[in-house]
């Protein structure tokens, strides 16, 4: 999660800590007023929190985790199919010669 957090801008950083400190304010405000409600909610708050965070960053952190540990990793190709479409490697040789000088048009 700290690696997902260092990559984010300032502002974005900016932002989340704000987000923190309203979500506490307001957490805080809901037990002083009623606490034993307030308690109820609170934690129902931050598990909603929880699970938003895992549903949104869990496949990002579970990804930078297996490219940190840098383990390769063996695959089988099941099928090769070709698609008509050309991939712009694979564009004509020589149908325009870039760098000539001077251009001349016949």
């Known amino acids: ?3 997902l ?7 974005n950083k900016v932002g989340l800590f704000g987000a923190f400190i309203g979500f506490s304010v307001g957490m805080a405000a809901v037990i002083i007023v009623d606490p034993l409600r307030g308690s109820v ?6 598990a909603l929190v929880i699970f938003c965070f895992w549903f949104f960053f869990g496949r990002e952190v579970t ?4 490219l940190k540990s840098g383990e390769p990793a063996e695959a089988t190709i099941l099928e090769v199919r070709s698609t ?3 991939s712009p490697s694979n564009a004509k040789k020589g149908s325009m010669q870039q ?4 251009l001349v048009a016949f």
């Open 1 to 3: 999660m700290r690696d």
């Open 5 to 11: 957090y260092n990559r984010l801008g300032t502002v």
């Open 41 to 46: 909610i609170v934690a129902v708050s931050i």
């Open 63 to 66: 990804r930078s985790r297996i």
């Open 84 to 86: 008509g479409r050309r």
């Open 99 to 102: 760098g000539a000088w001077p």
